[in-house]
């Protein structure tokens, strides 16, 4: 049985930095492709960043670049998301992703398997 667990949201004033963890279990991480999504209140999920299977390749949402950073540790079955200059617009629940596949690309969407979610909340 698959499982994604997130931790390590919370509440941060404008300009903090966070760092999200998932961990995978019930499967062989380094089979999988990864990411990250998040939804607001009253607004639809979206994607974030996503990596590939081995790292090598990474994709992130224009609102996010340059401020996000997505790495996994294969050895660790983990995921992270380090997010620093964070603003409020980025108040939300983020959910860990993950689908198998046969390549080395990031993907932006058909993930299969999801997690529970973590609230980050920025404080103006």
């Known amino acids: 049985q698959v499982q994604l667990v997130e931790s390590g949201g919370g509440l941060v004033q404008a300009g903090g930095s966070l760092r999200l963890s998932c961990t995978a279990s019930?499967?062989?991480?380094?089979?999988?492709?990864c990411g990250w999504f998040r939804q607001a209140p009253g607004k639809e999920r979206e994607f974030v960043a996503a990596?590939?299977?081995?790292?090598?390749?990474?994709d992130y949402a224009d609102s996010v670049k340059g401020r996000f950073t997505i790495s996994r540790d294969n050895a660790k079955n983990t995921m992270y998301l380090q997010m620093n200059s964070l603003r409020p617009e980025d108040t939300a629940v983020y959910y860990c992703?993950?689908?198998?596949?046969?390549?080395?690309?990031?993907?932006?969407?058909?993930?299969?398997?999801w997690g529970q979610g973590t609230q980050v909340t920025v404080s103006s």
């Open positions: 019930g499967l062989t991480f380094s089979n999988y492709a």
């Open positions: 992703v993950a689908e198998r596949t046969y390549t080395d690309y990031a993907l932006r969407s058909d993930y299969w398997y």
């Open positions: 990596i590939s299977r081995t790292g090598s390749s990474t």
